[in-house]
């Protein structure tokens, strides 16, 4: 199976390269696609010197444009499957694999890498988002997902028309609860760690948050089934 | 409606006239878009100089006074409007994210034809 790991990186000067070469160490047959979405430090500069298949967005678009760059670049290049992986380091290069062969095996289109699969959530407010979107996902789609907010997703071929051309479809869960009911789309995971954030800092302000669980809750239960 | 509530119309007319014409005149708007705001103002005028209109709407609405007709119409109106700019940001932004993409992959594409031809 030919998997692109597509790595979307905005302003990851410090840590990219070290995801990089520990990807590629791990995972040499994996490709791998940078996206370099409109970085204002030098992360379009450390693809160019280390010859990193990448994009460069002319402008910062966000996750989702940058995810859907990648599709397309999967979709026009042959892949089998497209995998996210963030470049700051949290996702782990040795579970790609096992979500492939998973993939394969079980007959999925959607892998999760899930922190939740073997072991313990935790009490904090973010697991207790992640524990949100996940009964609002089995409620309406009646599927049990332990980590919906992994952002370690392989996703194979035949959904890569739905992210290419979609209006509003990002690498999110609300996507995953409307890929289960429009097109049937068998979701399985697999147990994983992840490392906590190797620099920088969190996407995930309080503000944003907000706007996030808004966001991915309105989709789940209200707008998905006019869409 | 009182002398000075219609007063008050028309200085609100001739003030989003204003705005229109010196944002025409900076590039700040397209003509395109000003025409929703030229014919806002013309109905601003229309019901200051002929009030049996709010008079009408009001009583067929049931509204008390007609210059609650008139805020109340205002509001609708805006808020329609409002609405639609939403919707046209989103698309904006959809077609934004689509050429960025498109550029980014044309370059990509560009860069790899080269290295197979040296």
Known sequence: MKVLAIVPAYNEEESLERTMTSLQAACPQVDVLVINDGSRDATGEICDRNGYNHLDMPINCGLTAGFQAGIKYALRNGYDAAVQFDADGQHLPEYIPAMAKAMEDEDADIVIASRFLEGDRGHSLRHVGNALISGLIRLTTGVRITDPTSGMRMYRRNLFEDFARGFDIGPEPDSIAILITQDNARVMEVPAQMRDRAAGESYLKPARAIQYMARTCLNILFFQWFK | ?118
């Open chain 2, 1 to 118: 409606m009182s002398l000075p509530q219609r007063i008050v119309l028309f200085l609100g007319a001739v003030f989003i006239l204003a705005l229109i014409c010196s944002a025409v005149k900076k590039r700040r708007i397209q003509i395109e878009d000003s025409l929703f705001w030229v014919f806002f103002a013309a109905l601003l005028v229309v019901i200051g100089a002929f009030p049996q209109i709010a008079y009408f709407f009001s009583h067929l609405l049931g509204f008390i006074s007609p210059s609650n007709f008139v805020f109340a119409a205002v509001i609708a109106v805006l808020l329609v409007r409002e609405f639609r700019n939403s919707s046209k940001i989103s698309v904006l932004r959809y077609r934004l994210d689509q050429l960025a993409e498109e550029v980014a992959l044309d370059k990509n594409e560009d860069g790899r034809g080269r290295d197979h031809d040296q």
